[in-house]
């Protein structure tokens, strides 16, 4: 299974492809529409997000609400289109001057990208923007619900914002608010805490980071491998989970700090239920072990680092004159983390679902559900 995406920020529209996705797969669009949304929310997102109301259009590959085994192609609008047409549109006369981007923003793809591709930095921003991450969203969404289908199941919590950590407990309840949280944390007071650690930074011209955390659970023992260095599945996990717009970390279950411990702290004992197979009586390796996932649940965290447009810019210099000059300020977030867990979230049932394929190759989604439910039946029984 792969897939590709295009479109730039203020273009006309996103657009994506999936391959590979088997036949007779049920897509539900409106479970697609309702994560397209969770993305956009979040109490930190900027002006942009009152324009743009994401909504994913099929345009081949389901029909009658399956998919048929043909290649599923989708689109996203940008709904600010109309306010960019004369300024982003491919026809020459396209108006290069009024949005011209001179001072290259510290932290963005901008500087680089315009040396890389001796290219104007408008062209650069327009496609390294997170703005892509909707499609990728709507890709991710997708692939949820072959997850879904066979059991698979995906949560996600903000741990922290701007240094500030928030409680967490794996009760129902905690998992409960935190789904309902715009916040996305079942933590009451770090949620006023981050309200206000928002309020300071927007009054103070910053931008804030934090660290999210994704968790899949009912992932059977095996997906990945250990054969070759680009089959394991934690280190695809964290290669996808990085390459997300502001993420500079990825680490599974005691992560970094699995370092401090010794050996007999950290290894999580096998034990035995007949019945039920083989499980870990604790589980700090955070599902995956050997590349592979070890049946426990696949637990991730990720850094996100402060949004880089900064409404108080940082000094740059102006690309044409070299002068000093403070960066460009463009319209932006002051804090995205919740949204970029939403992204973590689809991006991770990605790579799983792709995982899932390979151990269990099917044309048709009834084939696949067999296969999940005899290998489920195999790993109970041994
Ligand atoms: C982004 C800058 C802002 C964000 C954007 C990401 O866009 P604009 O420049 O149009 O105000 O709103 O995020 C999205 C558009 C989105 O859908 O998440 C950036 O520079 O990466």
């Keep these: ?57 099929l345009m081949a590959g389901v029909r ?65 923007s997170a703005r892509e991450t909707a499609m990728r969203v709507a890709v991710g969404a997708i692939a949820r619900q072959l997850l879904e289908a066979v059991g698979m199941q995906i949560q996600g919590r903000v741990r922290s914002i701007g240094g500030r950590w928030a409680q967490t407990d794996e009760s129902e309840e905690y998992w409960q608010k935190a789904r309902q949280s715009p916040w996305l944390t079942g933590d009451p007071q770090a949620e006023t805490a981050w309200g206000q650690l928002l309020e300071e930074a927007r009054a103070r011209g910053e931008s804030l980071g934090g660290v999210v955390e994704v968790q899949i659970h009912h992932v059977p023992a095996g997906l990945g491998s250990y054969e070759q260095w680009d089959r394991k599945l934690d280190g695809r996990l964290a290669q996808a989970l990085m390459s997300v717009q502001a993420i500079k970390g990825v680490s599974f279950g005691l992560g970094f700090s699995a370092a401090d411990q010794l050996g007999s702290q950290m290894h999580d004992p096998i034990d035995y239920q007949p019945g039920t197979g083989f499980f870990r009586t604790s589980n700090h390796a955070g599902g995956i072990e050997g590349g592979m996932s070890n049946g426990e649940p696949i637990v991730i965290q990720a850094a996100m680092k402060p949004i880089p447009t900064l409404y108080q810019p940082l000094a740059t210099i102006q690309i044409e004159t070299k002068q000093k000059i403070a960066a460009s300020v463009e319209r932006s977030d002051i804090c995205a983390v919740p949204a970029a867990l939403i992204v973590l979230e689809q991006v991770a049932a990605w790579v799983v679902a792709e995982a899932a394929l390979e151990k269990f190759p099917a044309d048709t989604f009834a084939e696949f559900k067999q296969a999940v439910a005899d290998y489920r039946a195999y790993l109970s029984g041994v």
């Design 1 to 57: 299974m792969r897939f590709l995406t295009a479109g730039e920020s203020h273009g006309p529209k996103l657009v994506g492809i999936i391959e590979g996705l088997p036949a007779g797969l049920p897509i539900d669009k409106k479970k697609i529409d309702e994560t397209l949304r969770r993305r956009q929310a979040g109490p930190g997102r900027g002006g942009r997000m009152k324009i743009e109301q994401d909504e994913v259009a």
């Design 64 to 128: 009658a609400g399956l998919t048929t085994g043909a290649p599923l192609a989708l689109e996203i609008i940008n709904l600010d289109w109309p306010n960019w047409e004369k300024i982003m549109t491919w026809e020459s006369g396209a108006d290069l001057e009024s949005r011209k981007v001179l001072a290259p923003r510290p932290g963005h793809a901008d500087l680089t990208g315009a040396l890389k591709y001796r290219t104007e930095i408008r062209n650069v921003l327009e496609r390294a």
